[in-house]
């Protein structure tokens, strides 16, 4: 074995230091993945109504972010600031459990077809691969809750909440209302999850490498800290990547097509009514609450890891 590899610290799922292993420590890691991103998008509900807002309506919404949030309590009360909070918290329970535990599953099963070698020369490519694969299945359980939560903010009189939401656009337009976004939603949130992932793995592996020491022998608050440095990285990266197909997928849940319209017909429409200055409507709004709650997501994951004891998964780098 070449001395990159010997000098690469390959933990196994199996790995010493947990006694967890195949469904049951796949199941933490879901567990894990479902909590952190449940909590932080729960919590960044009122920055997500405000982006939301801006991106719907920028004529009315064109202040910036601070106004907006100003503009939507004046108008509707600071209630309003809540409106979708339980499609968030459900919906993104699913998907990172979805995306998380995928994303780790995943990652082991590339390394054992490529083998650890091949893996770790690789490593970047095997993060895209993992990522992007788990986020399709993430988006499956997270598209129904997305569209209600999009509704209900874009129009609040539509309904009361989640389950009143979800119930009329089922009863009013049929199961396919909640997939018409699917498409958006692929091509937002896939190469979102993969910027996510690619940049916390290779920003966390280069301060490890700066500081010279391994995980393993970091306190509990460092490793916690390093999470959450390059998780606001990740997230930075990812908002930028994904805004304009996070644009459309806000503009196309908004109202029902016209008769006969198919999804990729209204894709183009709204596409060509954006234009690229359009498209990145609401970014800053939406940098501060991807930037956030990835650093919360990476943080928070790594935590309930550490208590729940599945301090296994699979690290292929050279510093780790």
């Known amino acids: 074995m ?21 469904l049951d420590l796949y199941a933490r890691f879901a567990f894990a993945g479902a909590v952190c991103c449940s909590i ?8 997500d109504v405000v982006k939301t807002r801006i991106q719907l309506d920028p004529a009315k919404y064109n202040k910036g972010m601070v ?7 004046s108008t509707e009360g600071a209630g309003a600031l809540l409106t979708g909070f339980g499609p968030t918290a459900a919906g993104y329970f699913l998907q990172g459990g979805f995306k998380f535990g995928g994303y780790e599953l995943f990652k082991k099963t590339w390394i054992d077809i490529l083998g650890v070698e091949a893996a770790i020369n690789n490593r970047t490519a095997v993060y895209l691969a993992s990522s992007a694969m788990a986020e399709f299945f993430a988006d499956i359980a997270l598209c129904p809750l997305e569209a209600t939560r999009i509704r209900l903010v874009s129009q609040p009189t539509f ?13 009013q337009e049929g199961i396919g209302a909640f997939y018409s976004g699917f498409g958006p939603i692929l091509f937002k949130q896939v190469p979102y999850t993969m910027a996510k992932f690619v940049v916390y793995e290779r920003v966390s592996e280069l301060i490890y490498k700066r500081i010279a020491t391994p995980k393993s022998e970091l306190s509990n608050g460092a490793n916690t800290a390093i999470n959450l440095g390059s998780g606001l990285a990740a997230g930075i990266a990812a ?10 997928l806000s503009k196309i849940n908004k109202t029902r097509g016209l008769p006969g319209e198919s999804t990729t017909s209204r894709l183009f429409k709204i596409a060509k009514e954006l234009g690229i200055k359009g498209s990145f409507g609401g970014l800053g709004a939406r940098i501060v609450m991807v930037g956030t709650l990835t650093a919360g997501q990476f943080a928070i994951y790594g935590d309930i890891k550490r208590i729940l004891g599945a301090t296994g998964g699979v690290e292929i780098s050279a510093a780790k």
């Open 2 to 22: 070449s001395g990159k590899i010997q000098e690469a610290k390959i933990a196994a799922v199996e790995a010493v230091g947990t006694r967890h292993t195949g």
């Open 40 to 47: 932080t998008h729960g919590a960044l509900t009122p920055v």
């Open 239 to 248: 908002a930028i990547i994904s805004q304009p197909a996070d644009t459309m």
């Open 159 to 171: 309904a009361s909440g989640l389950i009143s939401g979800f119930g009329k656009i089922y009863s």
């Open 67 to 73: 106004h907006a949030f100003r503009s939507v309590v």
